[in-house]
């Protein structure tokens, strides 16, 4: 399969249809649709789900003789859940909570909380394994997040409180956000590395730039630019720096060695197709990645670290989670949670 043409397939999920007919009342029915799964850093057999489920009467009077309406309504309120890799429910973590997509989850590193963010959900929470949430008032829309390798604090590009422009921040677990750049910075996608290094993606005007910091915000370092960069992710060893990258005629996947500066373009497209998410596997030997096509087809797949061997996964499916060991990766396809072992 050809970097330069690879052609996603189209995802087609349909959370409303109508149907009238002449009859009585119908029965009750029950639906399901879950939004993400991401499985746990430390265990092969949790994951962290996000779904809604509920009973509906359908074939109810239109008002019109004796025509039916039979509606299926579209998920309204996800609740987040931790559940076994079968997707049953171990413990649920959120009752009401009105999360609906697309927000994000990302787990901390020692897997005992995680992050969520993401339109059209305002304000970034912190939500522990145990179901305690800590909601982060001083910031509203979030763009990106990631973790310290610790877990102790994160950093974030955030809107604060009543400001016009994404900055910059590391937060603490209790809440607590200092700004890491100037407030004339406007910041986008974010990633934290193993050795305590910060990437994170800054715009001026009509052209973005990558850029690394030392985690105390020092030791400033240019790396590229171009119109934007929609995702980056750091190796597990944190020697290796995936972003992707966007210019007038190419969108690009490239893998960067901080050391040596030595990059590798991993994909290529002509036909403006985006990659919206890079995942190494926690072994470094896979990368996942997730594309999105104009026209608004998907598709999940799986390659060599060092871009070969591209294999089709799923298409009509959410993007993939790695499990611990990176013996398999999971998604979620028509509301059901579906596991495939790599080689």
Not at 61 to 89: K, M, Q, W
Not at 275 to 302: D, E, K, M
Request: charged residues 15%.
């Amino acid at each position: 399969m050809s970097r330069a043409h690879l052609l996603p397939l189209v995802l087609c999920f349909t959370f409303a249809f109508l149907a009238v007919e002449c009859g009585s009342d119908g029965e009750t029915k029950h639906y399901k649709y879950i939004g993400n799964a991401e499985w746990s850093p430390v265990s092969n057999n949790t994951m962290i789900i996000s779904k809604d489920e509920f009973d509906v009467t359908t074939g109810k009077s239109s008002g019109c003789a004796n025509e039916v309406v039979d509606e299926i309504p579209p998920p309204v309120s996800y609740d987040l859940f931790v559940v076994d890799t079968l997707g049953r429910v171990i413990r649920q973590l959120t009752a009401g909570s009105g999360l609906a997509p697309t927000f994000r989850i990302k787990w901390s590193p020692r897997g005992d909380r995680f992050l969520i963010w993401g339109n059209p959900l305002p304000t970034l929470h912190i939500v522990d394994t145990a179901g305690t949430i800590t909601r982060i008032d001083s910031l509203s829309y979030t763009s990106d997040a990631d973790w310290s390798p610790d877990g102790s604090r994160f950093v974030c590009s955030s809107f604060k409180r009543g400001g016009t422009l994404a900055h910059l921040y590391s937060v603490t677990t209790a809440g607590v956000s200092t700004l890491m750049l100037s407030d004339t910075i406007r910041t986008g996608a974010v990633a934290w590395s193993k050795l305590n290094t910060i990437a994170f993606e800054f715009a001026s005007g009509t052209t973005a730039s990558l850029a690394l910091l030392d985690s105390n915000g020092g030791n400033f370092r240019f790396l590229d630019s171009a119109a934007y960069f929609n995702f980056i992710a750091w190796s597990p060893d944190g020697g290796t720096l995936l972003y992707t990258r966007s210019t007038s005629t190419i969108y690009d996947a490239i893998a960067q060695n901080i050391t040596t500066g030595q990059k590798l373009t991993l994909l290529e497209f002509l036909d403006n197709t985006q990659v919206s998410s890079l995942r190494y596997s926690p072994s470094a030997a896979f990368i996942s990645f997730y594309t999105i096509s104009t026209s608004g087809q998907y598709h999940l797949y799986v390659m060599n670290a060092d871009g070969t061997n591209i294999q089709s996964v799923a298409s009509q499916s959410t993007d993939g989670t790695w499990s611990p060991d990176s013996k398999s990766l999971s998604y979620v396809y028509y509301n059901e949670i579906l596991t495939k072992r790599m080689p």
